[in-house]
């Protein structure tokens, strides 16, 4: 089974501040990768599938990028409605694997 | 505009059943494949399966056989997940949510609002 990993496992950014987290797959996954927000006692969300592709009504500042085993989500300007715990998702091999979240809180 | 809408929270005692719902509306129900994710309190997202909402086959992932059962109702676009002999690591939230199929891969672009299964005697 394609494992999943995130880090940093939390982070504290002030806001307008540019924040990055990183997901690995244990093996090549090619650009089927998915991006969640969880807002605190909330439903998650899409944000970005397909590795880059931002979903629709999702607010530009939002961004993924990468390919193979090495993915990147980047909040450009950080916001306070973006408090919350993000989560990658391999679709590669039709199990869907989460990565275990990155929880983002502000400074 | 595309709603899930699931049941409500249940509290149900160690080794009862409990089944749950989650109702399709603003979309075609037959035409995309409805998939279940459990987290449990504090903890991470967790693919339980899916199920073929055209065809009702459901498909189980890894530690989620036996005791869960997927289904559908297509007369009234509603899913169903049923779980037996309750245990309490099954308290969890449960999320319904709809699969899209894009040019590179599927992905979930619309969830239910949860539905808080408590198992506690």
């Known amino acids: 089974d394609i494992q999943m990993t995130q880090s940093p496992s939390s982070l504290s950014a002030s806001v307008g501040d540019r924040v990055t987290i990183t997901c690995r797959a244990s093996?090549?996954?090619?650009?089927?990768l998915n991006w969640y927000q969880q807002r605190p006692g909330k439903a998650p969300k899409l944000l970005i599938y397909?590795?880059?592709s931002l979903q629709s009504g999702v607010p530009s500042r939002f961004s993924g990028s990468g390919s193979g085993t090495d993915f990147t989500l980047t909040i450009s300007s950080l916001q306070s409605e973006d408090v919350g715990t993000y989560y990658c998702q391999q679709s590669y091999d039709m199990r869907f694997t989460f990565g275990p979240g990155t929880k983002v809180d502000i400074k | 505009q595309v709603q899930l809408e699931q049941s409500g929270s249940e509290l149900k005692k160690p080794g009862a059943s409990v089944k749950l719902s989650c109702k399709a509306s603003g979309y075609t129900f037959t035409a995309y494949a409805l998939n279940w994710v459990r987290q449990a309190p504090g903890q991470g997202l967790d693919w339980m399966g899916w199920i073929n909402t055209n065809t009702g086959n459901p498909t189980y992932a890894q530690g989620f056989t036996g005791r869960f059962v997927f289904s559908v109702d297509t007369s009234v676009n509603t899913a169903y997940m049923q779980i037996s002999s309750l245990q309490t690591e099954d308290t969890a939230f449960y999320y319904c949510?709809?699969?899209?199929?894009?040019?590179?891969?599927?992905?979930?672009?619309?969830w239910g609002q949860g539905t808080l299964v408590t198992v506690s005697s």
């Open positions: 949510a709809r699969e899209q199929f894009g040019p590179v891969g599927p992905y979930f672009d619309y």
């Open positions: 397909a590795a880059s």
């Open positions: 093996q090549s996954i090619t650009k089927f």
